[in-house]
């Protein structure tokens, strides 16, 4: 069965950074478009930044010019590098792919203190 598995989620001061991982499994990744989301509580899940399966990025408005996503389709593995983490990026991140059919990751919080 299709399984993604996020990891890179923890608690980082404002102005830190994180990497978050998702290691896909059960389709063939390099032929996924790919993507990162968020929730914070009480808000509706937000697209953070996406990829197609040809390598084109997109980022939200609020991520922009601080987050960087990436892929490595021999490790099954997507990435989002967080640098200078604010106190609103607080929020449970998912990882996603489509290939064309939806698959999702369980989650993995990102907290972010002043």
């Known amino acids: 069965q299709v399984q993604l598995v996020e990891s890179g989620g923890g608690s980082v001061q404002a102005g830190g950074s994180l990497k978050l991982s998702c290691v896909v499994s059960g389709v063939i990744f390099s032929t996924c478009g790919m993507g990162w989301y968020r929730q914070a509580p009480g808000k509706e899940r937000e697209e953070v930044s996406t990829?197609?399966?040809?390598?084109?990025?997109r980022y939200g408005d609020a991520v922009k010019g601080r987050f960087t996503i990436s892929r490595d389709n021999a490790k099954n593995t997507m990435y989002l590098q967080m640098n200078s983490l604010k106190t609103e990026d607080t929020a449970v991140y998912y990882c996603?792919?489509?290939?064309?059919?939806?698959?999702w990751g369980q989650g993995t919080q990102v907290t972010v203190s002043s």
């Open positions: 996603s792919v489509w290939c064309p059919k939806n698959y």
């Open positions: 990829m197609s399966r040809y390598g084109t990025p």
